[in-house]
């Protein structure tokens, strides 16, 4: 049986035949390119486990791009000769550039990315890592204080994707510190109401003293926040403490 990184490889190499007679395009576009110009063919993936990667951008500057296909393959045409930094993309991942020594109408080349490993560590005692990015989770792991963690890359309203323990999952980044990436967090100093907009006197949820949350934007003397239970409003700047 093949494997995904032998499948795609092959794929590719018998694109980049096809393309070079000028039958097809790999990644569909059929274009020519100006006789001044090249294009890269390739196919991109995970350096730990070599399946491909979809959904990286492939980019020249910031005029040429591209995206690879659900197979891992992009094509960048329309590029000069010479040598140039291309660079790769995708959330979760590190961002790779890579020096290509363009010199002939089609080159190929596979690209690996490494796994974006930004650490966080748990701020406080049983600090619950679970299956989905809300409160009603499946808990998968209960973790102590200063437990290290790697970031995915991944957020969602507050919640960050994380491995811990051998297990990928999410935890409220109220709960994390982070050398490698900023984390909006504060807490509520005392019980009192989240409002529907900043000068509202309209509330729309209880919130209690020591509640961490997750800010996402300020006005005047107001700040946004989100709670863990997905609740986002309004309080007044002084009721949180860094």
């Given at each position: 049986?093949?494997?995904?990184?032998?499948?795609?490889?092959?794929?590719?190499?018998?694109?980049?035949?096809?393309?070079?007679?000028?039958?097809?395009?790999?990644?569909?576009?059929?274009?020519?390119?100006?006789?001044?110009?090249?294009?890269?063919?390739?196919?991109?993936?995970d350096s730990q486990n070599t399946a491909v990667l979809?959904?990286?951008?492939?980019?020249?500057?910031?005029?040429?791009f591209t995206t690879s296909s659900p197979r891992g393959?992009?094509?960048?045409?329309?590029?000069?000769?010479?040598?140039?930094?291309?660079?790769?993309?995708?959330?979760?991942?590190?961002?790779?550039?890579?020096?290509?020594?363009?010199?002939?109408?089609?080159?190929?080349?596979?690209?690996?990315?490494?796994?974006?490993?930004?650490?966080?560590?748990?701020?406080?005692?049983?600090?619950?890592?679970?299956?989905?990015?809300?409160?009603?989770?499946?808990?998968?792991?209960?973790?102590?204080?200063?437990?290290?963690?790697?970031?995915?890359?991944?957020?969602?309203?507050?919640?960050?994707?994380?491995?811990?323990?051998?297990?990928?999952?999410?935890?409220?980044?109220?709960?994390?510190?982070?050398?490698?990436?900023?984390?909006?967090?504060?807490?509520?100093?005392?019980?009192?109401?989240?409002?529907?907009?900043?000068?509202?006197?309209?509330?729309?949820e209880d919130i209690f003293a020591g509640i961490p949350?997750?800010?996402?934007?300020?006005?005047?003397?107001?700040?946004?926040?989100?709670?863990?239970?997905?609740?986002?409003?309004?309080?007044?700047?002084?009721?949180?403490?860094?």
């Amino acid at each position: 049986m093949f494997t995904a990184r032998a499948k795609a490889l092959g794929m590719c190499i018998m694109i980049l035949a096809l393309v070079t007679f000028g039958i097809a395009g790999c990644g569909g576009n059929s274009s020519e390119s100006p006789a001044e110009t090249g294009t890269l063919i390739g196919v991109v993936y995970d350096s730990q486990n070599t399946a491909v990667l979809g959904g990286v951008k492939v980019s020249y500057g910031t005029d040429l791009f591209t995206t690879s296909s659900p197979r891992g393959v992009f094509e960048l045409v329309a590029l000069p000769y010479g040598s140039l930094e291309i660079s790769f993309s995708k959330q979760g991942y590190k961002v790779s550039n890579r020096t290509v020594d363009l010199k002939e109408p089609k080159m190929f080349v596979e690209i690996l990315l490494d796994i974006d490993q930004s650490l966080a560590n748990t701020l406080v005692d049983e600090v619950k890592l679970r299956k989905d990015p809300n409160l009603n989770g499946e808990i998968l792991e209960v973790l102590a204080k200063e437990t290290k963690l790697v970031l995915t890359g991944e957020i969602n309203k507050g919640w960050y994707g994380v491995i811990a323990a051998e297990k990928n999952g999410w935890v409220w980044g109220g709960y994390l510190r982070s050398t490698d990436v900023k984390i909006p967090r504060m807490e509520i100093l005392a019980d009192g109401k989240l409002y529907k907009e900043a000068n509202s006197t309209e509330g729309i949820e209880d919130i209690f003293a020591g509640i961490p949350v997750i800010v996402t934007g300020t006005s005047s003397s107001w700040t946004k926040i989100l709670l863990p239970s997905g609740a986002e409003g309004w309080l007044e700047t002084t009721a949180l403490t860094g």
